[in-house]
C-alpha cells in the first residue's frame, strides 16, 4: 500500500514552503514512502497508557525578570539581512502585482 | 615539524617549561590544516590571522604567569554549526553563505576565557543531518585512514581533525550520534554529554530536545579537560542543567574495580552487525573485566524501535527549526521573486540540500494533521518506552558498553542512494540522546584496517563515570594511540 502519493509529498512540500520540480518528485517521494514504510515496525508496540516524552530530562521552565538584557543593537540585528532600508528588513510584497489587482 | 601533538597535559607542560609556545602550536596545527587539512576537506573556514594573534595574547600571559586554565595557548577546531562573533558560520549549507555572526555561542565565549585558540571551523553534513559528512555543501570530508571512506557524520570534519593531527582537541554537536559515530570511524574519542551539561547557546539548531555540543579528542582524559571547560548552566539555554561546571578531569582514577558494566543483549544481536566489531568490542569488554569490573547482560527490549522513533521526533523538531531559514532575515535570498511566498519557496529550496529537504518535509509530514497521532505522538511514547528500558538496565548496572556503530567506515558514496541505509548506521547511537544520557565512544582495535569504536553509556548526569571507564580502559589498552599513515 502506498503511503505517501507524489501530490501529497508536493501538498507537504507546499506547507513546508519547499517547491519540488517535477524531476525530483519522484525520487523524493520514493524516499519518503521508503522511510514511513519502515517506521511502521513502531505500529506492533502496545503504547496504550503510556505517557509521550517531550524532553528526556525534564526541567521547569525557568522564568527571569522581564528585563532587557545584552540584546543586539538594531545595526547588529540587521547586519545579515540580504535587503534592508534603514534597521528594517525589507521584503517583497506579499502579493503580487496582478493578484492584487 | 611532523610529529604529532601529545596529550593536552604533556602540551601543557612543555608551554611551561618554555619548551614550545602558543605561536609554536599554533603555526604547527595552521600548517598541517593547509596541507593536510585541505587534501582531506577538513575545513569550512580557516582563521590563521585570528588564531595567531589569540596565541600571541596566550604567550603573553604565560610569560606573565597570568595563564587563564589547562587549554590557554591549545589549538583547537569548531563544527561550523557552532557560532563566534564576527565569524562566518554555514551548517555547510548554501542557505547560509555570506551570514557572519553577531554573537558568540556560549561554549566559545568559555573557550575564549580559557584562552583556547579556534583554527578554523570544520565540515559537517548540512545542518548536521547526515551520518557521513557527504551532505556539505562544500563536499564531503574523507578519512584518514582511507581516503576512498567516509569520516562518518555529522561532525566529520571535526573528528578527522584529530585524527589527522591536525588539533589535539575539537567541538562538535551529537543529535542522533554525530559525535560519537565519526569518533568510532575516525578512532579518535567522542563525547555526547548528559542532555543540558553543555550549553546550546550560540548551536544552530537540528532538532532542540537532542542537540548537545561535546567534545573530540585522543584520550578521554583530553576529552575531560575540553568538557570541564565547556560545561555548566547557562541562563541563555532554558533546557541548562542548573548544575555547576563539571570537573571531571581530576576524577579519572584509572580505578574500575567494583564497576558493573552491563551488555545489551539486542546490541549484540542487531541484524547486519558485522561479526568483527562485535568481536572487537568483546574482547574490550574482558580488557575491563581483567582490570576489575564486572560484566553482566542486560536487556533494552525496545531497542530495536529506537531508530525510527528517533527519525520520526528529530525531523519533526527541524522541520520547525529550519522554518527561519527564509531569507529575510540572514543568508541567501532568491532573486527575481515576485511575492513573499515565492521569495520563501525559492529561497529555501535554492539554499538547502536534499537531505535536508527530505527531513523538513518528513518532519511536517508527521505534524500535520490527521499523523501527528499516528507518528509523532507514537515516537514520543516509545521514547519513554526507551528511557524505562535504560532505567532497568541501570538498575543493574553502572554503564553500559556497546559498539558505537554496526560496522567500520564505509565507503564514500556507498549510502548516499537510499536514505534508510544511512539512517540504520545510527541503530547504537540514537537512544542516548532519546534518553538524554551521556556517551563516549573511543578506538577498540581494528577490523581490517579500520578503527572500531567501543561505546560507554552513563545514567542521565554521570558523565564522569563514562569518562571515568573510558580512560580506565586507555590505561589497559593503547588502541588510542594507534594513527593513521602518513597523510603529508
Known amino acids: ?101 | 615539524m611532523t610529529e604529532s601533538f601529545g596529550s593536552v597535559g604533556d602540551l601543557r607542560s612543555a608551554l611551561d617549561a618554555g619548551q614550545t609556545s602558543s605561536r609554536g602550536l599554533i603555526e604547527h596545527a595552521l600548517e598541517r590544516a593547509g596541507a593536510v587539512g585541505e587534501r582531506l576537506s577538513v575545513f569550512v573556514d580557516l582563521q590563521n590571522d585570528q588564531a595567531l594573534a589569540a596565541a600571541d595574547a596566550a604567550d603573553a600571559r604565560r610569560a606573565a604567569g597570568e595563564t587563564h586554565s589547562p587549554l590557554d595557548g591549545i589549538p583547537l577546531v569548531i563544527k561550523d554549526n557552532i557560532v563566534q562573533q564576527g565569524e562566518r558560520a554555514s551548517c555547510a549549507s548554501r542557505i547560509l553563505e555570506g551570514y557572519v555572526s553577531p554573537f558568540d555561542s556560549t561554549v566559545v565565549a568559555k573557550l575564549r576565557a580559557a584562552g583556547a585558540v579556534v583554527i578554523g571551523r570544520a565540515n559537517m553534513d548540512e545542518f548536521a543531518m547526515g551520518s557521513s559528512t557527504e551532505n556539505s555543501a562544500y563536499g564531503p570530508t574523507l578519512n584518514p585512514w582511507d581516503l576512498e571512506r567516509s569520516p562518518g557524520g555529522s561532525s566529520g570534519g571535526s573528528a578527522a581533525a584529530v585524527a589527522a593531527d591536525i588539533v589535539p582537541l575539537a567541538l562538535g554537536s551529537d543529535t542522533g550520534g554525530s559525535i560519537r559515530q565519526p569518533a568510532a570511524f575516525c578512532g579518535v574519542v567522542g563525547m555526547k554529554p548528559t542532555y543540558g551539561r553543555v550549553s546550546r547557546y550560540g548551536l544552530v539548531a537540528f532538532a532542540s530536545s537532542l542537540d548537545q555540543i561535546g567534545p573530540i579528542g585522543r584520550s578521554a582524559a583530553d576529552c575531560a579537560v575540553l568538557l570541564d571547560a565547556i560545561s555548566g548552566h547557562d541562563p541563555q539555554d532554558s533546557t541548562s542543567l542548573p548544575e555547576p561546571a563539571l570537573t571531571t578531569a581530576s576524577t579519572l582514577t584509572g580505578d574500575i574495580s567494583g564497576l558493573t558494566i552491563g551488555l545489551p543483549r539486542e546490541y549484540f544481536e542487531a541484524e547486519g552487525a558485522d561479526p568483527a566489531v562485535l568481536e572487537t568490542v568483546r574482547t574490550a569488554a574482558s580488557a575491563l573485566e581483567a582490570g576489575g569490573a564486572k560484566l553482566v547482560e542486560v536487556d533494552l527490549p525496545h531497542a530495536r524501535y529506537a531508530v525510527a522513533a528517533y527519525y520520526l521526533i528529530a525531523t519533526a523538531e527541524a522541520s520547525s527549526n529550519l522554518a527561519r531559514f527564509d531569507g529575510v532575515r540572514y543568508g541567501r535570498r532568491a532573486e527575481g521573486v515576485a511575492n513573499l511566498k515565492e521569495l520563501y519557496e525559492r529561497t529555501r529550496s535554492e539554499g538547502f540540500g536534499d537531505e535536508v529537504k527530505r527531513r523538513i518535509l518528513l518532519g511536517t509530514y508527521v505534524l500535520s494533521a490527521g499523523y501527528y497521532e499516528a507518528y509523532y505522538r507514537k515516537a514520543q511514547k516509545i521514547r519513554t518506552l526507551l528511557r524505562r528500558d535504560f532505567d532497568a538496565a541501570f538498575a543493574g548496572c553502572d554503564v553500559l558498553l556497546t559498539p558505537t556503530t554496526p560496522e567500520t567506515a564505509f565507503r564514500l558514496g556507498e549510502k548516499t542512494e537510499d536514505p534508510l541505509t544511512m539512517y540504520l548506521s545510527d541503530i547504537y547511537t540514537v537512544s542516548a540522546n532519546l534518553a538524554g544520557l551521556p556517551g563516549v565512544s573511543l578506538p577498540c582495535g581494528l577490523a581490517e584496517g579500520l578503527p572500531v569504536g567501543l561505546q560507554v553509556l552513563g545514567r542521565p548526569m554521570e558523565d564522569a563515570t563514562v569518562l571515568r571507564v573510558a580512560d580506565a580502559y586507555q590505561r589497559l589498552a593503547d588502541h588510542h594511540l594507534a594513527r593513521p599513515g602518513d597523510l603529508a
Open chain 1, 1 to 101: 500500500m502506498s503511503r505517501i502519493a507524489p501530490e501529497d509529498a508536493k501538498r507537504v512540500a507546499e506547507l513546508a514552503r519547499l517547491r519540488l520540480d517535477d524531476a525530483e518528485l519522484p525520487a523524493m517521494t520514493a524516499h519518503l514512502e521508503r522511510i514511513l514504510e519502515y517506521v511502521d515496525l513502531l505500529m506492533e508496540v502496545d503504547t496504550r497508557g503510556v505517557e509521550p516524552t517531550a524532553h528526556a530530562i525534564p526541567l521547569a521552565t525557568p522564568t527571569r525578570k522581564d528585563e532587557p538584557t545584552g540584546e543586539l543593537t538594531p545595526e547588529q540585528a540587521i547586519a545579515n539581512a540580504p535587503a534592508a532600508e534603514g534597521t528594517a528588513f525589507s521584503v517583497p510584497k506579499v502579493f503580487d502585482d496582478e493578484a492584487a489587482g
